[in-house]
């Protein structure tokens, strides 16, 4: 085998195997300013709130940067952190003596996690990370009534930017804390309250909720529904009547009308007129969303990027997938980091897949662009195809084929796994003439190239010398090409 990496394979991973993005900003000098969306649940269950952004100093988080003195589990172990997605649980406000309630509430968390749509059908994508964060004392700040103070260790409190019900963390120190002890792709930061209250940093990636409470697992996968999926709020309240902005980026919500975004092909256009069991809504156009009640319109009548305890609708569970196959490498081995040239008959290429919960992965290989083998190949042995001295390339292709991602340029990004190799043939296999038949004029072939002292007919070691040893070689190969 040569020991000779791609470049190109290396680049190529590079580009395919991120982490997914940390939004951070400057606002300049020592200050850091992150986007925030305010979010929590009223007592109804619809949510309400408002996006804006925190200010932030840079170097109180310094000091927590590589400090491991916290008791730190891993909770869900699907593999490498490179190719999965890694949640880290923290909480705040939880002393010594209350741990334990905190084990329990995450416990309780990602059983709730896990038990919904899509995280229930891609457990296998994620990986689980808890950190036992101990506060000097129990609760957050203003709570239950401003002006309270806690002397906590991310610093979590109500009345976050002056607004009642949001709770967030100083996200830098939490990012630090949580970055000391594993790759975080999301943090999940957890208050030691029963006040209902949340908020997504999309800076950071950090989802805040308050652990007492029985919704807590609600709130938090609405907030990943922001921090992970980078989704909008569908509800119309919090903001102007009529919006003002340009379209948003998010993908559930558009200032488009219904017949100008099926025009356009954008936004949700693939799911309209679509119903999905388990997922909320009727895909269509309904105004009112991201704030305000006029002039933007969200993808179903209600949802749970609109109301607590709903499902995800259709657009938004697209996306969420999408997100999650960031990260995600379905074939486990070889990395695409590996050798992928080789040489000889006896050349074998094993593969081991990752693949969602709900179904394996779809895999096509290929010899020399020819479709091989069936999709549960999970080794390559060239001695099984007779290959011709020559340089020949085998590839596969894996693809998660879900009926929930529509978006066929994402599918062929994000959702389809490719690797190759080449395999260098300097001799003759069995079938010395390739005719498709292993018979006695193989044998007449090769006699013939062993006697016009043809390279390919030169077997066995030394090379450049046609001896006995090659003829016994093909008869070897010629009983049975995979020597078994
Ligand atoms: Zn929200």
Known sequence: MKTRKSMLGIVAAYISVSTLPVNAQSSGDDQYEEPIIFCWPKDSGELTGFTGSRVMDPQKA??????????????????????????????????????????????????????????????????????????????????PTFGIEKDTALDMGFWCNGIPRALCSDTLVTRAIAESYFEADQIIAIGNSSTRGGAASTGQNVAHASGTLSTMADVMIHELGHTLGQLADEYSTGGPADYPGIDPHQINVTILELDDMMDQETKWSNWVGESFPGFDGLVGSWEGARYSQFGIYRPSINSRMRSSYRNFNMPSVEKLVMQFHIPFDGIAS????????????????????????????????????????????????????????????????????????????????????????WIDIETYPSDANADGQINYFDISFYINAFTSSDPAADLAEPKGVFDVQDVLMFVDRFADSCGS
């Open 62 to 143: 310094q000091q927590f940067r590589g400090s491991t003195t916290f008791n730190a589990v891993t909770l869900l172990d699907n593999g490498p952190s490179q190719s999965h997605v890694d949640l880290v649980f923290v909480g705040d406000g939880y002393t010594e003596d209350e741990l334990d309630r905190f084990r329990n509430e995450v416990d309780f968390a990602i059983e709730k996690l896990f038990n919904a749509e899509p995280f229930k059908s891609y457990k296998s994508l994620f990986n689980i990370h808890r950190i036992d964060v101990v506060s000097n004392e129990s609760g957050v700040d203003n709570d």
């Open 334 to 421: 070889p990395t695409i980091f590996e050798f992928n040239e080789f040489e000889g008959h006896d050349t074998n290429i094993p593969v081991v897949y990752n693949h969602p919960t709900w179904q394996d992965l779809t895999v096509v290989w290929k010899l020399d662009q020819e479709p091989i083998g069936d999709g549960a190949m999970n080794e390559f042995r060239a001695c099984e195809y007779q290959l011709q001295p020559g340089r020949h390339l085998v590839t596969i292709a894996a693809v998660d084929e879900t009926p929930w991602v529509r978006d066929q340029w994402q599918i062929e990004q994000l959702l389809t796994f490719h690797r190759h190799w």
